[in-house]
């Protein structure tokens, strides 16, 4: 298995990074929000999960080893693949996970594209408490750091090479227009609306 890879990154794609390693340009499939602290020239480590099958071999790649590991647990559910696993994390962090199925909220699951109510409940069923207890909020601490989230997606658009006053724009559109922070959780989200909103200003 392999199970990080570290070198210059040569692109980054909405979906998929070029990470050259011993000067072999791996591509690697990843979420919006870890493709987003990759710098095109400049070095990148994703820790990754290599997928098998008869016709290919998919590299997948993560900012930190819970996300792989929650990326491979959720995979142990029937119906669910790596495409949609890795869904699954590009709509909520490992944690947001956690506590979607502990909590058994199936309309939160059923954010994710893919995921209908009897798939949702087929993960809270089959999963259990395989993905452990998430982490605890942190009160105060929580609150001031969510302050920063809005600045996180604006700063993910810039590193996908949008100037950083159309990148504001966007995320002042989705948002439409309000001052509120954004929730941890919210992040790729916003960030996905944000990049179709530019995407179609683009066309």
Do not use: C, N, Y
């Amino acid at each position: 298995m392999i199970a990080s890879v570290h070198g210059t990154v040569l692109a980054v794609r909405l979906d998929a990074a070029v990470v050259e390693v011993g000067g072999v340009g791996l591509l690697v499939q990843a979420t919006p929000a870890t493709l987003a602290g990759l710098r095109v020239g400049q070095p990148g480590r994703l820790f990754t999960s290599l997928v098998v099958r008869e016709d290919a071999l998919t590299l997948f790649g993560f900012a930190d080893d819970d996300e792989r590991d929650v990326f491979e647990t959720v995979q142990t559910v029937s119906g669910v693949g790596p495409r949609l696993a890795l869904a699954m994390l590009a709509v909520h962090t490992p944690d947001g996970l956690r506590r979607a199925v502990a909590h058994e909220d199936l309309a939160a699951l059923m954010r994710v594209p893919g995921i209908g109510r009897k798939g949702a409940q087929r993960i809270v069923l089959e999963l259990g408490e395989r993905l452990g207890a998430p982490a605890p909020t942190a009160g105060a601490a929580a609150a001031a750091s969510s302050a920063d989230h809005r600045e996180q997606v604006v700063e993910a658009l810039v590193g996908l090479g949008w100037p950083l006053r159309a990148a504001q724009d966007a995320v002042g559109s989705v948002l439409d227009g309000s001052p509120a922070p954004v929730g941890a959780e919210e992040v790729p989200g916003v960030l996905r609306a944000a990049l179709r909103s530019l995407g179609s200003a683009r066309a």
